[in-house]
């Protein structure tokens, strides 16, 4: 399932949030982000993933 999140990050950040986070603070961020560009989207997305493993 992690392979299928970290893909997904990519492609479509804020889903990814949403599967980590449900519709919360970190979600809309992830949504601000890609809509200022699609980098900083995916960045917020693999950052979600990683700190929700620990």
């Known amino acids: 399932m992690t392979f299928i999140k970290v893909i997904l990050a990519i492609i479509l950040p804020p889903a990814c949030a949403f599967l980590q986070v449900g519709l919360g ?30």
């Open 25 to 54: 603070f970190h979600f809309w961020i992830n949504i601000l982000l890609t809509l200022l560009g699609v980098v900083p989207g995916m960045i917020h997305a693999i950052w979600l993933l990683a700190r929700k493993r620990k």
